[in-house]
């Protein structure tokens, strides 16, 4: 099929604009997206922030999605621009996390799961006119909120302890102010945030350089915490 000008590349997708409404989201090395549309027009039917699912593309392949084009910059983008400062920043990834995990599971029989995110970070926030929305559903699942609150935590911690990232410095502050916001949900524990360095861990796609530090960071998101 025909794609348009590529918007975006990341770990495992690559974005490509199909006109002004739309992209495709390309995966390339999975095999079927049944599952993240399906979390996708869940969570969306609780009034979650998430790109609206567009029509199947003609000639489309199976690891493809269509997706909202959505317009405004990633929260990371609006940090490293200086319109939103820490403590703000904080706030709204703690307030979307909040109403993630306030929908009950779709698939589980336990009550007290709910739908997680996994990978809730400022790049995977989109600052559009109508608000924030969150993309990137591939690492979805369900389970206690304790882990997906461990998993944002750690992904900043590792970012800040990454001497490749050149505004690695500048993430501790926003890790502490999630990690305030979070208090009265039950922040990230040691249990939840041992659980996540596991499944960071086995990430086929972290490099070996940040698996080396999944240690030290569970150590600055513990020494962070309110």
Aim: net charge negative.
């Amino acid at each position: 099929m025909h794609t348009g000008q590529l918007l975006g590349s990341g770990r495992t997708a690559d974005v490509y604009a199909l006109d002004g409404s739309w992209v495709l989201r390309r995966y390339r090395d999975r095999t079927d997206t049944t599952e993240e549309l399906a979390v996708m027009s869940y969570v969306g039917a609780f009034g979650f922030p998430v790109p609206r699912i567009g029509p199947p593309a003609e000639g489309a392949r199976p690891t493809d999605l269509v997706l909202q084009r959505l317009t405004g910059p990633t929260l990371a983008e609006a940090l490293l621009a200086g319109r939103l400062g820490a403590a703000e920043a904080g706030a709204l990834l703690a307030r979307l996390l909040r109403e993630l995990h306030a929908i009950p599971p779709r698939v589980s029989a336990n009550p007290e799961d709910c739908v997680l995110h996994l990978d809730l970070h400022p790049e995977n926030v989109v600052l559009t006119g109508r608000g924030a929305v969150v993309i990137d559903w591939s690492t979805a699942a369900e389970g206690p909120p304790g882990l997906d609150r461990a998993m944002s935590a750690l992904t900043l911690a590792r970012i800040a302890l990454d001497p490749e990232f050149p505004a690695g410095a500048d993430v501790r502050p926003l890790l502490a102010a999630l990690l305030a916001e979070l208090a009265d949900d039950g922040g990230a524990s040691a249990a939840d945030l041992a659980l996540a360095r596991a499944r960071q861990r086995a990430n086929p796609y972290l490099t070996d350089r940040e698996r080396a530090c999944l240690d030290r960071a569970v150590d600055l998101v513990l020494g962070c915490a309110p």
